[in-house]
């Protein structure tokens, strides 16, 4: 029996040998949460990594040789995403990651393609990520830091400095909540009562009913994303607040606006310049950008942008710049080529990346939107 | 007191969802021992269909019905599909077989709807209706009222037909129910049948309160079930009333205790009363059945 699986696996190796010196292709992995709760976030970016690779294909790749994109779905399953991690580095052979959708994902597979010294260009939120600085790690969505900073920055224009937060317990509210506490202070921003609420609760009243007891409170601020900042907008006409309400970027999606109906006008919320394409002034350098990735998603998949799609959109364009700068896909070149990203004007803001910065985005990234008669508007 | 009148607003709206849920356990467990966790998938598709007949186009009172009648036929097929031929199992096989049907249901919903969160416009008025410093949605009065509705039907439907009478004798012995004449095969698919209806009828009335989408089954589920225990499982009016306590004592635990821990005291209250009382509030002891 030993015999016959050596001969087995011989022969297994010279095919997978065979298979790979028959294409000219290379290979780009993609680990994203397709299905399971980060759905949201992974099916649109599996939708735009897809529409990409081949519309890039289609005028004859990049370096003369064709993109192969490999995805595997990880359910939001971190473990599950190291296995297929493994899989994209050791079997698969793979140039470069695009990936993962979530925060916890990433994390589990950052040790593989460090080991590896593969580029991985993640697509999920949180600062850990980037912060301290991984020589192969780079990242393109807006981090709830800058969130925070946004939100402060504007509260500051309107001469408010005393605020209550109301947070979602689930990961990324609790993540944004730690971020903007620790943010507060250099902002000039005090926090001056904080609720929370569960990620399925129904009802926010009595958390609200408590901001609403404290006087010193110029604003309320909701880290938080899935359907709890709606009731919580809701809860809050309900109550009759009046101050002013802040989302956070993660509920920047219609529809949010579509479930919290009329009692989302006048929140604010800082977002990518995706989300108002078109209403973007005509001298905005990422409007072509922007517009471009709108009409092109909308027309291949028929469902409105989100900037988790964008995200994905951003990556892949990084990858492919600084592969074409590198003239190779060597990996140790393109890596360089990534960090050496300047100036490129992508759907979340304009990348500058450096040694120290694998993120390369700033404030003027976010856009503050106000919600008015159930669509956005730029606040200036 | 107007923070007193809130939490207690509060507690009533989300005690009344709870208590919706929490009814449509009492009918499957008094027939057939068994306790239903896809119940909470019955609630999902009722709000989750209406939505999207409603997207389709049919006005949403008919939608609402035709929601109904495929929660029911659903009921109706995890009976015959799945309930009936592990019939002779016994209770613990059966309750995991309808664990199983849940996360089944709940897979389908993702891939026949979508996995977004959708709501239905409140039924009589969105606006707040203000008492004492205090304000209440008008939906929230819509679920508590329904919540009654349902008990008074349940109540009458057990206590004074034949068909109800057969489905206590079936759950109290189901040998001798049969040496008796009744069909106890179709009467454990009837409770099938009107818990899916319950649950239905739930799902619709909660939605514009809660919101829906494809995995909101499992929590209501857990809660009602909650909600249930402490009534006393099988007792409609316990279901309802312990529905409500628990809603109270979440709301109360957020308003003057901690947002962090309105869970955590919620569900020690329930350990308490059930160390006391461990048959819950309204429970029957197994005796009276004999």
Known sequence: MPGYAKTAAVIALWLAGGAGKASAQVKLGAVLSVTGPASFLGDPEKKTLETYVDEINAKGGVNGQKLQLVVYDDGADANAARTFATRLVEEDKVVAMVGGTTTGATLAMIPVFEEAQIPLISLAGAIQIIEPVRKWVFKTPHTDKMACEKIFADLKQRNLTTVALISGTDAFGKSMRDQCVAVAPQAGITIAHEESYGPRDSDMTPQLTNIKGKPAVQAVINPGFGQGPAIVTRNYRQLGIALPLYQSHGVASKQFIDLAGPAADGVRLPAAALLVAEKLPDNDPQKPVVVAYTRTYQQKTGQPVSTFGGHAYDGLMIFVEAAKRAGSFDKAKVRDEIEKTKNFIGTGGIVNMSPRDHLGLDLSAFRVLEIKGGDWTLVQ | ?290
């Open chain 2, 1 to 290: 007191m107007p923070e007193f009148l809130q939490f207690a607003f509060s507690g009533l709206t989300v005690g009344a969802v709870y208590a919706l849920v929490a009814l449509g356990f009492t009918l499957i467990y008094n027939a057939s021992d068994v306790i239903n966790f896809a119940q909470g998938e019955f609630v999902m598709l009722g709000g989750m269909t209406t939505v999207f007949l409603g997207l389709a186009g049919v006005p949403l009172p008919l939608a609402a019905v035709l929601a109904i009648v495929v929660t029911v036929a659903v009921g109706l097929a995890l009976h015959r599909f799945a309930i009936e031929p592990a019939r002779a199992s016994g209770a613990v096989v059966l309750i995991i077989i309808t664990i199983g049907a849940s996360i089944f249901l709940r897979g389908v919903a993702q891939v026949v709807f979508d996995k977004r969160f959708h709501s239905l416009p409140s039924f009589i008025g969105g606006d707040a209706i203000r008492v004492g410093g205090a304000a209440i949605l008008p939906q929230s009065l819509v679920v508590l009222a329904g919540a009654v509705v349902i008990v008074v039907l349940l109540w009458a439907f057990i206590e004074r037909t034949l068909t109800g009478k057969a489905m206590i004798a079936t759950a109290a012995n189901e040998v001798a129910a049969r040496l008796v004449g009744i069909d106890t095969r179709a009467i454990v698919a009837l409770s099938f049948a009107i818990s899916a209806a319950i649950g239905a009828v739930a799902g619709i009335l909660i939605t514009p309160i809660t919101l829906t989408s494809y995995d909101v089954g499992s929590l209501l589920a857990l809660k009602g079930f909650a909600a249930a225990m402490l009534g006393g499982i099988g007792s409609a009016v316990g279901a309802v009333i312990g529905g409500l306590l628990l809603g109270l004592f979440e709301a109360f635990a957020a308003g003057y205790v901690s947002s962090q821990y309105k869970d955590a005291v919620a569900f020690l209250i329930i350990l308490i009363v059930l160390f006391a009382t461990p048959r819950g509030l309204f429970g029957r002891a197994p005796i009276e059945r004999v």
